[in-house]
C-alpha cells in the first residue's frame, strides 16, 4: 500500500485499531477492533464517525458572480434542476455522458455566491477535468485539497454535533451552511449515506484530528469503518458508484428519476439540454428495459455483487447479476440490488446462482431499513 494516499486521520485510525485497506487510492479503515456488524449497529442506535476525507471538495464560481449563472453552467452537465436549489440548500445529482450513462453522482449546494460539490473519490480527478473542460469559460472551478470531511450519522449525531457547534441542532436535512469551531468554519451538511439522521462536516486539515477527537470524545460516538459504511448505505437502497451505477446506467434504469425535476423533463422549464437527454428523456417518457431494483434472497446466505440470477430454478435464462449484496445487520437476513427486466414486479421470484445451487430471491422495495431523516 505504499503508493497510496493518506487523508489527516490515518494516525489516529492506527491509535484506534483500525484495520487499514486500500480504498479509491487511499488507505482507509474498513473497520475497528469492535467489528463491522457491532459498527453498523451502534450507528443505528448512537452515532458513528467516519472519515470521508478521500471524497473531492469542489467550489464552482460563474465569473459574472451571479450563482444563477453558475446553476446554469453546472446544468449543462448534469440532469437536474440547479437553477430553483435555495441558498444553504443541497441537492443530489449525477453527471451524465452523451450516452445518458452515469459519470459519477454527486452533492450540489447553493452557498449563496458560489455551488459547492462533493463528489467521489475515485472520480474525482475526471469530475474536476470534466468540469474545466466545459464550464471554464463561465466558470472557475477550484479544487478544494486543504480541509477533511467527516461523517457524523446516527440517531445521536445531533447532540453530538450541538455540543461543538450549536447552530447545527436547528439544520433540517439538506441544508448546509458554515459554522466556526475554535476559529475555523466547519461546512456543514445535515446528510449522509446511512439512511440515518446526521451530517457531513468540512474542516479545515490542520483541525480535522481535533474536531474528530472531540466528536469521538462525546457520548455514544465511535469510530465506523467502510465495512459498516457499506452495509449502512446498502440497507439504506442507495448505490454505490462503480458497482451500482457507472457509464452503462442511464438514471431511469438507476431508478433514480426522483433526482430529475420537473424543469429538465420534456416540456419543462428547461428541458434537457444535458449530456444524454435524447436517450434519458426517452426513457422518462417510455420506460427502460431494466431497472434497479431490491431483493431479498430466502435464507440466511447474501447473495453479492456478480452472482448471476435466472428466471426459473431449473434451467431458465440469465436476466440479471446482483450490482450490491451483503447481509443486512438491522433486517437481520440478506440483501441486494440487481438490473432485472423492467416487467418484474415487486413480490416477483428470481433464483440466484450461489455456487452451483439455485436460491430464491424477492423482488422487494428499497430502501430495506427505514430511513431516519430530519425534515
Known amino acids: 500500500m505504499t503508493d497510496l494516499k493518506r487523508t489527516g486521520l490515518y494516525d489516529l485510525h492506527l491509535r484506534l485499531g483500525a484495520k487499514m485497506v486500500p480504498f479509491a487510492g487511499y488507505e482507509m479503515p474498513v473497520q475497528y477492533p469492535t467489528g463491522v456488524l457491532k459498527e453498523h449497529l451502534h450507528t443505528r442506535s448512537a452515532a458513528g464517525l467516519f472519515d470521508v476525507g478521500h471524497m473531492g471538495q469542489v467550489i464552482l464560481r460563474a465569473r459574472s458572480a451571479r450563482i444563477e449563472d453558475a446553476a446554469l453552467a453546472l446544468e449543462r452537465l448534469v440532469p437536474v434542476d440547479v437553477l430553483s436549489l435555495g441558498v444553504n440548500r443541497q441537492r443530489y445529482a449525477m453527471f451524465t455522458n452523451d450516452a445518458g450513462g452515469i459519470l459519477d453522482d454527486l452533492m450540489v449546494a447553493n452557498r449563496g455566491d458560489h455551488l459547492f460539490l462533493v463528489v467521489n473519490a475515485g472520480c474525482k480527478v475526471q469530475d474536476v477535468a470534466h468540469l474545466k473542460a466545459h464550464l471554464s469559460g463561465d466558470c472557475e472551478v ?127 422549464a428547461r428541458d434537457g439540454g444535458f449530456p444524454g437527454a435524447g436517450r434519458i428523456l426517452g426513457e422518462l417518457a417510455a420506460g427502460a428495459s431494466r431497472r434497479r431494483v431490491g431483493l431479498r434472497p430466502e435464507g440466511r446466505a447474501p447473495m453479492r455483487e456478480g452472482v448471476a440470477l435466472f428466471d426459473a430454478a431449473e434451467g431458465g435464462a440469465q436476466i440479471g447479476v446482483i450490482c450490491s449484496g451483503g447481509f443486512g445487520p438491522s433486517i437481520e437476513g440478506p440483501m441486494a440490488m440487481a438490473y432485472l427486466p423492467s416487467s418484474l414486479k415487486e413480490g416477483d421470484t428470481v433464483w440466484g446462482d450461489l455456487r452451483g445451487r439455485r436460491v430464491v430471491a424477492v423482488v422487494s422495495p428499497t430502501p430495506f431499513h427505514p430511513t431516519n431523516y430530519k425534515r
Open 142 to 268: 477550484t479544487e478544494i485539497t486543504d480541509r477533511g470531511l467527516l461523517a457524523l450519522q446516527g440517531p445521536g449525531a445531533e447532540a453530538a454535533l450541538a455540543a461543538l457547534v450549536p447552530g447545527a441542532a436547528a439544520m433540517r436535512f439538506m441544508d448546509v451552511g458554515i459554522f466556526d469551531w475554535q476559529g475555523v468554519d466547519l461546512w456543514i451538511s445535515r446528510s449522509g449515506y446511512t439512511g440515518e439522521d446526521g451530517y457531513e462536516i468540512s474542516v479545515p486539515d490542520a483541525k480535522a484530528v481535533a474536531l474528530a477527537e472531540a466528536l469521538l470524545a462525546q457520548p455514544g460516538v465511535a469510530p465506523i469503518g467502510l465495512g459498516a459504511r457499506d452495509s449502512l448505505r446498502l440497507e439504506a437502497g442507495m448505490c454505490l458508484y462503480g458497482h451500482d451505477i457507472d457509464t452503462t446506467t442511464t438514471p431511469v434504469e438507476a431508478n433514480l428519476t426522483w433526482a430529475i425535476q420537473k424543469a429538465r423533463r420534456a416540456g419543462g
